[in-house]
């Protein structure tokens, strides 16, 4: 899954606004961060193999570090611990807004259940996989990413407050470069190497938080008319 991954962050930000949409759009992308970072190291393993199932050309062999359900649990952990202990001088409802980092890189697991095959492990390698299949239908995985998404941008924008204003030229932008990305990989081909397949998801999935902070940065207020 990819756009509904955003879609959660979407709706997220709107739960806490203090969290800024990058720190969630990186929450939520956690463990295919890390599985990128993994697959370098050589700990986890896939392979490329058109056909596999309609929509993705990978095979995921093994990436129990990053994308088993109790991996998850830890990283949800360590995700929300660290968010929780950064220095900031905004410590209201900062118990609330942690958490809800670790609930938004826990969510990775849940709708990746959806689409993939029955590869998720519960822990191990060697243990009970789950998946339901989804992307063995191209249709109905297109619906539901772009449901998703829309969605939460709706959630986004609906529920906004004085605090957080929607800038919606930003937001469009953003909007419209993860649907972009996400159509190239939907129809473009294969990827051409598990290498390159690692360092375009790292570094797109940074490159994505950065721009979805951005996008999501309060304007600065208007100056005040100087008095005559
Ligand atoms: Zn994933």
Redesign the pocket.
Known sequence: ?FLG?YGIAFALKRAEPKLSLGTLFLAV?L??LL?GAFLLLGWERVRIDPGYTAVTPLQFLEYPI??SLVGMIAWAVIGAAAYYSWPTRDTSRHWQAAALVGLAILS??L??VVV?TPDLPLWGQDSRKLGLGLWNNPTATLVLELAALAGGAAIYVGLQSRRHPVRAGRLACLLLILVAIYLLSFFGPPPPSVTAIAVADIVGLLLLAGFAAWADRRAPPAPRPVAQ
């Open positions: 899954m991954h992308q463990a295919d599985w990053s994308h990775h697991f709708l990746d993939h």
